[in-house]
């Protein structure tokens, strides 16, 4: 079999373009697509650490380090949970809430340059062909 044919081949290929364009753009602004992410990923009221591995599909490793990273640069703070004292929760400082926003900007900027070069017919049956991976991968 081919490798351009294949589903993996055309998702993984896919996937690392679209990885290198959002690390360009966040180079500009000191960030990496995986800083962006995070930010994106921790929500207003605080969310706990163990929550965000499974929401951002990466290993506990991978994840204490970026977090690690991203309390260095001040853009998340850990406290306590106040409900449950075995665990902290993530929140964003102000310097954080503003790499947020820029990391918003620039997602809703591709998607929208994706929506305006397909139909929504397409953009439809992308996210149902999408769908029917996930429930596929996750048998």
Do not use: C, H
Request: aromatic residues 8%.
């Amino acid at each position: 079999m081919e490798k351009l044919k294949t589903f993996d081949y055309a998702l993984r290929s896919t996937w690392q373009s679209v990885s290198n364009m959002y690390n360009k753009v966040a180079g500009k602004f000191d960030s990496s697509m995986a800083t962006g992410f995070a930010l994106l990923n921790i929500e207003p009221d605080g969310t706990p650490s163990t929550s965000l591995g499974p929401k951002m599909g990466m290993e506990n490793t991978s994840l204490s380090r970026l977090l690690n990273t991203l309390e260095e640069r001040n853009f998340i703070e850990r406290k306590p949970n106040p409900k449950d004292g075995r665990g902290r929760l993530v929140y964003l400082t102000n310097l954080g809430l503003e790499k947020r926003e820029i990391s918003k900007k620039i997602v809703l900027e591709f998607n929208k340059s994706i929506s305006e070069d397909l139909s929504k017919t397409e953009i439809k049956n992308f996210f149902k062909v999408i769908d029917r991976i996930n429930t596929q991968s996750q048998k």
